[in-house]
């Protein structure tokens, strides 16, 4: 998949008219999204929309509100972005972590800084991967 990010710079030559100048920059990644539910003692489950990793993206549970993300291989350190849309209330809030591993991202979900469970409901998870 290409990303292509476009830049319009105007460029100012004396008393000549503004010249827009297009500056494109194309970055390869793969991407995996999904919308991901939790309850109770269970990992999370994904409902998959798109998956260009060429490998699945498995959930653990590590203990209550701490979740694993395994893709083997496929999470390159540096070059992995993690997006999380969710609707965040003031108590409530998902974040992630990498790991120092190149397939492990982790996945926390808490309510005043407490680790729970049940509060990952119709969350938009997508990962990219640059090459």
Known sequence: MK???I???IMFCGCIENNP???TQEFD???YTAIINQQGTNAPVATVL???LNKPVNFTRLQAGTYMMFCANKFTLMKTVVY???AETDSTYIKTLPSNFNDIIYLYSYV???PTVNQIKNVKLTIRVYE
Do not use: M
């Open 50 to 52: 798109k998956n260009t």
């Open 21 to 23: 100048v297009e500056i």
């Open 112 to 114: 005043w800084q407490t």
């Open 29 to 31: 990644y793969n991407e």
């Open 84 to 86: 999380i849309e969710t």
């Open 7 to 9: 830049i319009l710079a």
């Open 3 to 5: 990303n292509i990010i």
